[in-house]
């Protein structure tokens, strides 16, 4: 471990200033890989979030006014200090999240990449004009910001995932209320450092850490903040949009999927087994676009449970930092004890195990929360395992007779993000895009790996129907405003004097 990049207990950042929050309870923050405490983070309180509100409510007013495309230089100059930093930024990424160093690498230049994009967006902003219905009267509608936002950020990916959020609501004139996971604040501690080198004023991002039920909560509860958008699980994002609905508030959920890659008879099988690999394993099947059931045609099922087993063999566990390993560690305890009960659900709903099952806790493993990657076959899509989110390396291989069957049981959970399909027809390809409904669905790729200038989100209980990522984040983090100018120096009114 690089010692220099630990920090003994973090501060949180309000109105430009590193302050210690008003609070004496701290949690440790663990390497997941190897157990060992990297930080120490507070658990802040309502009078932290008071603080920050009052913060970013007298920035917003100031930074509304700076024009846009100034506003976006300071994330062009986000982008080019993340560059310079992509590697020690995925050095402690890996040792807080422990995810394996290729993917924290990709992970950062995710962030880069929307900072540029977002920086872009400081020219477009693009409005609309309307030719009015009367003479002489010019209509236009314009994206006005919202004011001060709050976003809730996960730890699965900490620093993408908050530059999705805060990048398009700071290009856009408003200033941030961030809460990041209490699992990985590192990553936000070190992008706050970032946008204060940037020279972004101070107040239009506060980060608070702590702890949903109290720093969350008290965003939700205050009136100032006018959107929260979240990404995390699926009831801390009903219990957040059912507050935020009483409230009239904006609310902008991401909450996970039950992705599936299909793999029909005439895929190619190759391509399939490493998509599936990359989609199921990579980041220990901790993403909401992670390939968690391959609905896949009877006539190849044998060969590709035969292919997949071989290459799950070639799949190195172990700390993220060695660079030889393909498969990091699982977030803490809680998660890797979630898996293996769904293990042992799926074994008594009748799923045949092929490979896996178990938590690894011997020799190098001991230490950290490993969990072996897990193979099912011969799954019915109405078990648990085929239902529900498991957030670890477990996929279930479906079988299925036909193309409207693996639509119909892709479609058949409650959630709606990542769908992939492999097939070499293009008929089957245009149907499937069409009938699969998820928000994201690709052709002979698998379910992960979405690109930050397109909008990122799902369908039905993935989310309530906002995206992140694209110009689509900007509606999130905008309000339209409708403007009308009228010079013909009289009185004209809209619906009636239309004749003259
Ligand atoms: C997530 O899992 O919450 O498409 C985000 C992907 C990544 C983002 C994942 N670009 O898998």
């Known amino acids: 471990m690089v010692n220099t990049m630990v920090k003994e207990k973090l501060v949180n950042f309000i109105n430009g200033e590193w302050?210690?929050?008003?609070?004496?309870?701290?949690?440790?923050?663990?390497?997941?890989?190897?157990?060992?405490?990297?930080?120490?983070?507070?658990?802040?309180?309502?009078?932290?979030?008071?603080?920050?509100?009052?913060?970013?409510?007298?920035?917003?007013?100031?930074?509304?006014?700076v024009p846009a495309p100034q506003r976006a230089e300071v994330l062009y100059r986000v982008g080019m200090i993340m560059k310079e930093r992509k590697e020690s930024l995925s050095q402690m990424?890996?040792?807080?999240?422990?995810?394996?160093i290729e993917e924290a690498r990709g992970e950062v230049q995710e962030g880069i990449d929307m900072a540029f994009y977002m920086a872009g967006e400081g020219r477009r902003l693009f409005g609309q004009t309307t030719p009015s219905e009367l003479k002489n009267k010019f209509a236009m509608s314009v994206r006005a910001p919202v004011g001060v936002v709050g976003i809730?950020?996960?730890?699965?990916?900490?620093?993408?995932?908050?530059?999705?959020?805060?990048?398009?609501?700071?290009?856009?004139?408003?200033?941030?209320?961030?809460?990041?996971?209490?699992?990985?604040?590192?990553?936000?501690?070190?992008?706050?450092?970032?946008?204060?080198?940037?020279?972004?004023?101070?107040?239009?991002?506060?980060?608070?850490?702590?702890?949903?039920?109290?720093?969350?909560?008290?965003?939700?509860?205050?009136?100032?903040?006018?959107?929260?958008?979240f990404t995390g699980s699926n009831d801390t994002g009903r219990n957040i949009a059912g507050k935020c609905g009483q409230k009239l508030k904006k609310v902008s959920l991401e909450m996970g999927g039950k992705n599936a890659v299909i793999v029909m008879d005439d895929a190619d099988l190759k391509l399939?087994?490493?998509?599936?690999?990359?989609?199921?394993?990579?980041?220990?099947?901790?993403?909401?676009?992670?390939?968690?059931?391959?609905?896949?045609?009877e006539s190849v099922k044998g060969q590709l449970e035969e292919r997949l087993l071989a290459a799950m063999e070639t799949l190195t566990i172990g700390d993220g930092l060695d660079e030889s390993n393909k498969v990091g560690p699982i977030?803490?305890?809680?998660?890797?004890?979630?898996?293996?009960?769904?293990?042992?659900?799926?074994?008594?709903?009748?799923?045949?195990?092929?490979?896996?099952?178990h938590i690894l806790n011997d020799g190098k493993y001991a230490?950290?929360?490993?969990?072996?990657?897990?193979?099912f076959t011969d799954v019915r899509s109405d078990m648990r395992i085929a239902q529900e989110e498991i957030f670890g390396p477990v996929v279930s291989l479906v079988p299925v007779k036909?193309?409207?069957?693996?639509?119909e049981v892709n479609n058949s959970v409650t959630y709606g993000l990542s769908s992939s399909i492999f097939t070499q027809d293009v008929n089957q390809v245009f149907?499937?895009?069409?009938?699969?409904?998820?928000?994201?669905?690709?052709?002979?790729?698998?379910?992960?790996?979405?690109?930050?200038?397109?909008?990122?989100?799902?369908?039905?209980?993935?989310?309530?129907?906002?995206?992140?990522?694209?110009?689509?984040?900007?509606d999130v983090f905008t309000e339209w405003k409708s403007i009308y100018v009228d010079f013909s120096g009289k009185l004209q009114r809209a619906q009636i004097d239309t004749e003259e």
């Open 19 to 65: 302050v210690t929050p008003e609070t004496s309870r701290y949690t440790a923050v663990m390497n997941p890989a190897t157990g060992e405490t990297i930080t120490e983070v507070p658990l802040s309180t309502k009078a932290d979030v008071e603080r920050a509100v009052e913060g970013a409510k007298a920035a917003q007013k100031t930074w509304a006014l």
């Open 93 to 100: 990424l890996t040792m807080e999240n422990g995810k394996v």
């Open 152 to 229: 809730i950020t996960p730890w699965n990916f900490p620093i993408a995932i908050a530059t999705w959020k805060s990048f398009p609501a700071i290009v856009a004139g408003n200033a941030v209320v961030w809460k990041p996971a209490t699992e990985t604040p590192m990553m936000a501690y070190e992008l706050a450092q970032i946008f204060e080198e940037a020279g972004l004023p101070k107040g239009v991002i506060n980060v608070v850490f702590g702890a949903g039920s109290e720093v969350g909560e008290a965003m939700i509860d205050h009136d100032t903040i006018r959107v929260i958008s």
């Open 272 to 297: 399939a087994v490493d998509g599936i690999l990359w989609s199921a394993f990579g980041t220990s099947g901790q993403r909401c676009t992670a390939c968690s059931r391959v609905i896949v045609h």
């Open 331 to 357: 977030i803490n305890k809680a998660g890797l004890e979630k898996i293996d009960e769904y293990v042992k659900i799926g074994q008594e709903e009748g799923a045949k195990l092929l490979a896996g099952g």
């Open 367 to 375: 230490e950290g929360n490993f969990y072996a990657p897990t193979l």
């Open 402 to 407: 036909s193309l409207e069957e693996a639509i």
């Open 431 to 474: 149907a499937a895009q069409r009938d699969l409904d998820t928000g994201i669905v690709y052709v002979n790729a698998g379910t992960i790996g979405a690109e930050i200038h397109l909008p990122f989100g799902g369908t039905k209980g993935t989310g309530n129907g906002h995206r992140d990522s694209g110009t689509a984040a900007l």
